[in-house]
C-alpha cells in the first residue's frame, strides 16, 4: 500500500459530469511563471491547474474563471480544502465578457486547457458539463486567444494544449493578436506513435525562434507510465492519477 503524505495534493471532481484528464498536469509542468506574478486559468473546471501551479511557485497570485455554475462550485471547495484561498481568486462567469474582476489589471500568463472540438465536430454530449467542456459551445480558439491578449502584461504568454490537427488554426489566431509562438511540444500515447496533443507557450509582442522541445511519451510499451511521466505526477505531489487518460490516448479525446 502506498504511503501518501500529508501535505498531498486532494483534487474533487464530479462523479458523472466533465473530469479532467492528462493536460492540466502537462501544461502545469509546461509553463514558465514569472516569480511574484499574476496569471489566470481560462475555464479552470474543478480548479486542478492553478492548484498544481500554486503547488510549484509559492510567489504567483492566481485568478481561475469558469463559466459553469457547478464546476466552479467544485473549484471554490478544491481551493478551500487545499488551503489556498489567499493565492487563488476562482471567479464564475464568462471569460469573453467585460468583467471588471478579470480586466483591472494585467496578467504575466493566460493558461488554458480549452474545449478542444468545433461545433460541427463529432456528437455533442448530452450533459451540459461535458458538452461545454469540449465543444466549442461558449467560446471558440479565436476568441480566445483575442481575449487573452487584451489581458497580457507587455512581454506576457500564454499557454494552451490543442489537438495537432489544429496546430495550423492555432498558430494563425496567435499570429492575428501580435502573439509570437516560443515553444512548441508534442505528445505522444507512446513512443512510435502519433502526437495526440501539443503544447504551445506564445508571448505579446516578442518575436522570437520558436523551439520544438523533445516530444513527451506517457506510456511505455507495457501501458505504464514513462519515468518522465511518473516524475511530472510526483512532482505536484499528486498521487491520484486520471482514471480516463488510456482513453483519450486511443483516440476518444475528451477536451
Known amino acids: 500500500m502506498t504511503n501518501i503524505p500529508d501535505n498531498s495534493l486532494t483534487l ?7 473530469r479532467y484528464s ?3 498536469f502537462l501544461l502545469a509542468n509546461f509553463v514558465h511563471l514569472a516569480p511574484g506574478g499574476r496569471a489566470l486559468d481560462v475555464g479552470t473546471g474543478c480548479g486542478i491547474i492553478p492548484l498544481l501551479l500554486a503547488r510549484r511557485d509559492p510567489t504567483t497570485m492566481f485568478t481561475a474563471i469558469e463559466i459553469q455554475e457547478s464546476l466552479h462550485q467544485l473549484a471554490e471547495k478544491n481551493v478551500a480544502i487545499n488551503e489556498f484561498t489567499s493565492r487563488i481568486k476562482v471567479l464564475q462567469g ?18 488554458s486547457n480549452p474545449p478542444y472540438r468545433k461545433i460541427q465536430m463529432g456528437r455533442i454530449n448530452p450533459g451540459q458539463e461535458k458538452a461545454i467542456a469540449r465543444h466549442e459551445l461558449k467560446i471558440n480558439l479565436e476568441q480566445l486567444v483575442e481575449k487573452s491578449a487584451s489581458l497580457l502584461k507587455a512581454n506576457g504568454k500564454t499557454a494552451f494544449a490543442y489537438p495537432p490537427h489544429r496546430l495550423q488554426e492555432v498558430l494563425d489566431a496567435l499570429g492575428m493578436e501580435n502573439l509570437f509562438p516560443a515553444r512548441l511540444r508534442f505528445i505522444h500515447g507512446c ?24 516530444p513527451l511519451y506517457v506510456y511505455n510499451k507495457d501501458e505504464t507510465y514513462t519515468a518522465e511521466m511518473e516524475k511530472i505526477y510526483d512532482s505536484f505531489n499528486y498521487f491520484d492519477r486520471p482514471d480516463h487518460i488510456q482513453e483519450k490516448f486511443n483516440g476518444n479525446l475528451s477536451g
Not at 474533487?12 to 466533465?18: A, I, L, N, P
Not at 509582442?205 to 523551439?211: E, M, N, P, V, Y
Open 12 to 18: 474533487k471532481q464530479s462523479d458523472s459530469g466533465y
Open 22 to 24: 492528462i493536460e492540466p
Open 94 to 111: 464568462d471569460f469573453l465578457l467585460n468583467d471588471p474582476r478579470i480586466s483591472c489589471e494585467l496578467f504575466d500568463l493566460i493558461v
Open 191 to 214: 513512443e512510435g506513435a502519433d502526437a495526440k496533443i501539443f503544447l504551445v507557450e506564445a508571448a505579446l509582442s516578442r518575436k522570437t525562434d520558436c523551439i520544438v522541445e523533445a
